[in-house]
T-cell receptor, first 112, second 115 residues
Framework: GQQLNQSPQSMFIQEGEDVSMNCTSS?????WLWYKQDPGEGPVLLIA?????ELTSNGRLTAQFGITRKDSFLNISASIPSDVGIYFC????????????FGTGTSLTVIP | GAGVSQSPSNKVTEKGKDVELRCDPI?????LYWYRQRLGQGLEFLIY????????KSGLPSDRFSAERTGESVSTLTIQRTQQEDSAVYLC?????????????FGPGTRLLVL
């Protein structure tokens, strides 16, 4: 099935640094979701976006729905050790189907 | 609890045996999804249920895979004649499927190991 292009694939950062990751699609979406997955757990929803240009925050996390509707960005400010995990984006166009398409994930390591 | 639950949490089986995985969605969620996640990889869509509509089975990798859902409640994913390449985490998710607001909530997954 289709997978979104997510980058970077992995990141190693110092505690306190800001993090940016993004996701791109070859087709237009009307919903973008960002998830975090800890080892041995299911993905946990972080932020949901429903409108082009929308900028939404959840604590230190901020995500944006790209104007082109083909991309989305997730930023984490002032990273802390518990931010470690794998971050996935997911997108969907309800006009063309019911599937959510997932990115390949960004593995984040925070060095104390 | 109020979240999506899955059982068993872990399953070890022998090649060639059938396995059945269960998902209990969040109460009131009309949409239910199954995904497969191989070690270190992203999520692979398997099947989608929406209310009483015919399920979207486009992601099922072979005819050994099937899933059922009774109304808007429990779903079971069945893998027949398991193969070693079926080893993965199988994740279930549900959503309200309201127009324009379709966030998914995931269960903890079932870790399947085929020996």
């Amino acid at each position: 099935g289709q997978q979104l292009n997510q980058s970077p694939q992995s990141m190693f950062i110092q505690e306190g640094e800001d993090v940016s990751m993004n996701c791109t699609s070859s087709s237009i979406f009307n919903t973008w979701l960002w998830y975090k997955q800890d080892p041995g757990e299911g993905p946990v929803l972080l932020i949901a976006l429903y409108k082009a240009g929308e900028l939404t925050s959840n604590g230190r996390l901020t995500a944006q729905f790209g104007i082109t509707r083909k991309d989305s960005f997730l930023n984490i400010s002032a990273s802390i050790p518990s931010d470690v995990g794998i971050y996935f984006c997911a997108g969907r166009n309800t006009g063309t189907g019911n599937q959510f398409y997932f990115g390949t994930g960004t593995s984040l390591t925070v060095i104390p | 609890g109020a979240g999506v639950s899955q059982s068993p949490s872990n399953k070890v089986t022998e090649k060639g045996k059938d396995v059945e995985l269960r998902c209990d969605p969040i109460s009131g969620h009309t949409a239910l999804y199954w995904y497969r996640q191989r070690l270190g990889q992203g999520l692979e869509f398997l099947i989608y249920f929406q209310g009483n509509s015919a399920p979207d089975k486009s992601g099922l990798p072979s005819d050994r895979f099937s899933a059922e859902r009774t109304g808007e409640s429990v779903s079971t994913l069945t893998i027949q004649r398991t193969q070693q390449e079926d080893s993965a985490v199988y994740l279930c998710a549900s959503s309200l499927a309201k127009l324009g607001r379709n966030t998914q909530y995931f269960g903890p997954g079932t870790r399947l190991l085929v020996l």
